[in-house]
Structure formats: structure tokens, C-alpha cells
């Protein structure tokens, strides 16, 4: 049988790192000079790059591009089908609750007419009023006094925020964060030319002097938060903290860009946005909840950025699918989504006890309803080499270097998702897989 190219050129690739012709550190080629040495197209390199970077040879760095992770090993078999795969944040829909018929469901109330309607609806140039009204009544569950004409629905938190960096951050303005960030914000940020600057942080959150002194010196525009479970440290800000936070936003006019897909989950959170709502932009995407075939995200703004935000979600992307819209707002008017959050929050919690179980005495931290967890890493382990025998032991992790702003220091460590496994069994399995790494150091061979 012949293999792809795309396949030949990844065991170049992983031959080249293995020989120590690409050094650890070392910038790899760019995609359009690997095309070129290759003869290849840029397409061909962007699957073989993202391939590397999934086996974790590579690692796309914030701010300096794509660089060499570590020696792999000599060439060999693909990993095997059953790795687990700890990595991705992707949680899976409950089992209990069973996405196909979930969607079944959804379709079939598509096809009995409700498609129609809304595919026929004339000069359609906005988002149904229904469905926005479904969005802010869902938010007001969630102790957040929303007003429909400052709601939106976007194709995915991701767009949401987006589009919030444009509004609220502008190209040149700067956004204090947490010194490791999620991917999809320094995307953004990229995107829109926002400057992220990176704050000291505790168990509380990020430290309010830090960030005066970032607002005095740096002329802040915005703090980004993700105060339930912050994306990849797993901090959860407490209430004092987020009190503080906000009174500086007030003092120092920032925006704050609160965006937070498992709030939710958390019934005891004092969202940012109730502490202060004419300076939060408020995001929740739904495909943690409910699954990531939904993905809509619902955003609630201040007046003074609604008319400007209105502008730019159009300029971006329009609006958000009204078909997938029409289903979010059929399960928050069944109730189905709350059913939907409370079974993911049970699976939380189970996952959350198995791991502070076998990780706790590592240093493992996540809230108690977090669908992901960090666990710092010390001598002799750093997050690469321990992401590199993690899969040799049938684990994968998401290694520090993918989430570190250009810059930063120190927090060595690695994030686990721990809804992505078909099971709770299976997540033990992996979990002791890591324990037994971390009682017994990296093994030779």
C-alpha cells in the first residue's frame, strides 16, 4: 500500500529531530521554506506540522513561532489507536445522556418545519429575537442581569471573544492576563493586534498590585479573566480577589473581557460581570456544556460597547448559524441544557476526585466542577520530556510551551483534560499512568 506523502514527509521530519539535525529549541523551517526544500504545498506541510505538534515533537510558541520540542525517538509505528488522550480539551457529552439522540432529536425538530421557517425568513440580516431572548433568560439563571439588545450570539466563544478584543482592546492596546494563556487568545490577539501582558499571579488569581502597575505604566485597556477555572493554571479566582479586580477596573477605566465557558458549573461564582456590568463583557461558549457539535457562544456587553460590538460581530462573521441557534435555544427553553450542565458538573466532580486522589501529593490543583487541571512539574522533569514519556506510557499532555507567552518564566508544568476520555476508567488508567511516572522518574530506553 503506498503511503501519503504527507506520512513520508512526517518520518523525515521525526528522523531529522531524532538525529539531532533539528536541535530541542530550535526554530523548525518555516511552512513555505519546508514546501519549497520538500516540493510539496503549504497544505501538505500545514498537516505534517500539525501532526508533529500533536505527537508533541513541535510546539507552536506564542510569539516565536514553531519550534522543536524534543529528541523523538528513532522512527517507528504511528501511537496507538488507544492512547489516551489528556491533551485535548475537548470534554465528551456525558454518556448517560447519549449525543446521538440528543441530536436526533434536535434535527428531527429541524425537519418538522422549524428548518423551513427559518431558512425563509426574507431579508434575513441578524439573529432571531427569540432566540437572542432565550440566550439573556438563560444568562439571568445564571445571576447576570442581561437585556436582550445587549446580548449576542456568536458562532462559538472563540468568535465571541474575538470580536470582544476588537471592541474592548483595539490594535495597540494592551490586555493584562495570566502568564499562561489559553491558544485561542493569543490567536486573538494576534488577529486583532492587541498587546497581552502577562501579570503575577497567586491561588487567589492574578495579583491586584501586578496589575496597577501594569494599568499606571502600560496603559492597560482591558484585563482578560476566566475567573471559574482559568485556561491552563486551573486557578479559581476567590470572591475577595474578584472584588479587588473589578474595583481597579472601575479606578483605572478598564474593560474586563470575562470569559467563561464553565461558569455554569460553578453555583457558588460571583460572576465579574455582577461586580461590575457596565466595564464586563460577559462570555459563555456552549460546547463544553453541551458538546462541541454546538458550537455558540452567548456575549452579554456594557451599553456603551453594544452598538460597537453589533459592528464588529458583523464585519467578522455575520451572525451565528441560525440552525445551530434554533437548537441551543430549543434545549435552554426544554431545560435540556441545564440537564446537560449538571450531568457535566457530576462528571467533574468524579473526575476531579480521581485525580486529586493519585495526582493531589504532586501539586495537582483544578476546582472541584473544572473540566481540566494543572500539575506543576519539578526536577528531573521538564514539561517536554515528561510530555514524551507521559506517551510513551499511553498518555498524552499539553506541555507548558503551548500555553507561555514570549518572555515568561517558571511554571513548568503540564495541563490535563480530564473529560476527553470515553470513560472513567479510562481516566484512571491514564492518571495512574502519570502518578506511577512522577513516583518513579523517567525511565531509559
Not at 434575513?124 to 450570539?153: K, N
Not at 501586578?210 to 470572591?239: D, F, I, K, M, Q
Not at 492518571?431 to 531509559?444: C, T
Request: hydrophobic share 45%; glycine share 8%; aromatic share 6%.
Amino acid at each position: 500500500m503506498t503511503v501519503p506523502t504527507w506520512q513520508q514527509l512526517l518520518r523525515t521530519l521525526e528522523s531529522e529531530i531524532a538525529s539531532g539535525t533539528l536541535q530541542p529549541g530550535q526554530p523548525a523551517p518555516s511552512q513555505r521554506a519546508a514546501a519549497r526544500r520538500w516540493g510539496v504545498s503549504v497544505a501538505t506541510v500545514t498537516r505534517v506540522y500539525a501532526e508533529a505538534t500533536r505527537r508533541g515533537w513541535l510546539h507552536a510558541r506564542v510569539g516565536s513561532g514553531t519550534v522543536v520540542a524534543r529528541p523523538a525517538a528513532p522512527p517507528g509505528p504511528a501511537p496507538a489507536a488507544d492512547l489516551h488522550d489528556l491533551a485535548i480539551n475537548a470534554p465528551l457529552v456525558p454518556r448517560h445522556l447519549n449525543a446521538s439522540a440528543l441530536l436526533r432529536d434536535a434535527f428531527a425538530r429541524l425537519a418538522e418545519g422549524r428548518a423551513h421557517a427559518l431558512l425563509d425568513r426574507a431579508g434575513q440580516t441578524s439573529e432571531a429575537a427569540q432566540h437572542v431572548e432565550a440566550a439573556a433568560q438563560w444568562l439571568t439563571t445564571l445571576g447576570i442581569a442581561a437585556e436582550p439588545d445587549r446580548t449576542f450570539i456568536t458562532p462559538g466563544a472563540q468568535a465571541g471573544l474575538l470580536v470582544a478584543l476588537r471592541s474592548a482592546v483595539g490594535e495597540g492596546g494592551g490586555m493584562a492576563c495570566e502568564p499562561l494563556i489559553n491558544p485561542g487568545l493569543a490567536a486573538a490577539a494576534e488577529f486583532v493586534g492587541a498587546r497581552l501582558l502577562p501579570v503575577a499571579v497567586d491561588a487567589e488569581g492574578p495579583r491586584p498590585e501586578a496589575v496597577e502597575a501594569l494599568a499606571v505604566t502600560r496603559g492597560l485597556r482591558a484585563l482578560y479573566a476566566s475567573p471559574s477555572c482559568s485556561n491552563p493554571l486551573a486557578l479559581h479566582w476567590s470572591a475577595k480577589r474578584r472584588r479587588e479586580l473589578t474595583a481597579l477596573a472601575e479606578k483605572h477605566d478598564l474593560w474586563v473581557i470575562e470569559d467563561d465557558d464553565v461558569l455554569p458549573m460553578d453555583p457558588a461564582s460571583t460572576p465579574l460581570c455582577t461586580l461590575a456590568p457596565e466595564r464586563t463583557l460577559l462570555i459563555v461558549g456552549l460546547s463544553k456544556l453541551a458538546g462541541f457539535a454546538l458550537r455558540t457562544g452567548f456575549v452579554h456587553v456594557p451599553r456603551a460597547l453594544a452598538d460597537g460590538y453589533r459592528r464588529h460581530l458583523r464585519a467578522a462573521v455575520w451572525m451565528a448559524s441560525p440552525v445551530l441557534a434554533e437548537i441551543a435555544a430549543h434545549w435552554l427553553d426544554t431545560g435540556l441544557m441545564d440537564e446537560l450542565v449538571q450531568a457535566r458538573r457530576q462528571d467533574a466532580m468524579q473526575h476531579q476526585a480521581i485525580a486529586a486522589a493519585l495526582l493531589g501529593g504532586h501539586g495537582y490543583r483544578a476546582p472541584v466542577f473544572g473540566t481540566h487541571g494543572w500539575l506543576p512539574l519539578a526536577k528531573p522533569w521538564d514539561a517536554e520530556r515528561f510530555a514524551f514519556h507521559a506517551r510513551r506510557h499511553g498518555v498524552a499532555v499539553a506541555p507548558d510551551a503551548e500555553f507561555r507567552l514570549a518572555g515568561v518564566r517558571g511554571w513548568a508544568g503540564v495541563r490535563l483534560a480530564l473529560s476527553s476520555t470515553a470513560s472513567s476508567a479510562q481516566l484512571r488508567e491514564a492518571l495512574e499512568a502519570l502518578a506511577h511516572l512522577l513516583a518513579h522518574g523517567p525511565q531509559p530506553g
